[in-house]
């Protein structure tokens, strides 16, 4: 695989990479159908102990059709801090990655990534798990899981990632 050819601007330590997956809100997942790119933004959960990220979507539609048929993605996290004014910069912190989609079956992994995503995107997460983890919704709700297989990482350099 190629390397970034701005190296200044290149993350070398994954567990900065690693921050950005779990301090992102979205992420931008990329497949392809036919040759045909496609393009989706997700909410997600980075699991560590896994090195995957869980999503949820519905059970049917075109991004489940194309996962299905072919489940290579090429996917990026961003931390935005915007527009630089007056240096025509812009300040940023991306985790770029290539991974596998696979669909969670089983009951004890779907609550797992249930409980990764909910403490993730939410606040005040214990309320919300303690209302959204039923076995009824657990059952009802479609996750995939996307196992990275390969990840880089490039920001402005005046962009510091809290670890």
């Known amino acids: 695989m190629k390397g970034i050819r701005r190296k200044e601007k290149a993350i070398e330590s994954e567990e900065e990479m690693i921050s950005i997956l779990e301090k992102s809100k979205y992420i931008t997942i990329a497949m392809c159908e036919d040759n045909t790119p496609y393009l989706v933004t997700l909410s997600h959960g980075y699991d560590r102990e896994g090195n995957c990220i869980f999503f949820h979507c519905a059970r049917e539609g075109k991004k489940v059709d194309i996962l299905t048929e072919n489940s290579n993605i090429w996917g990026q996290a961003i931390i935005d801090h915007g527009y630089a004014e007056g240096a025509c910069d812009h300040l940023y912190a991306t985790t770029q990655f290539k991974g596998k989609v696979s669909f969670i079956e089983d009951?004890?992994?779907?609550?797992?990534?249930?409980?990764?995503?909910?403490?993730?995107?939410?606040?005040?997460?214990?309320?919300?798990?303690?209302?959204?983890?039923?076995?009824?919704?657990?059952?009802?709700?479609?996750?995939?899981?996307?196992?990275?297989?390969?990840?880089?990482?490039?920001?402005?350099?005046?962009?510091?990632?809290?670890?």
């Open 107 to 163: 009951m004890k992994e779907k609550e797992h990534a249930l409980r990764i995503m909910i403490n993730s995107l939410e606040p005040h997460p214990e309320l919300v798990l303690e209302e959204q983890i039923t076995e009824k919704s657990v059952q009802r709700v479609h996750i995939g899981r996307i196992d990275i297989e390969f990840m880089s990482g490039k920001k402005s350099k005046e962009v510091i990632i809290q670890l």
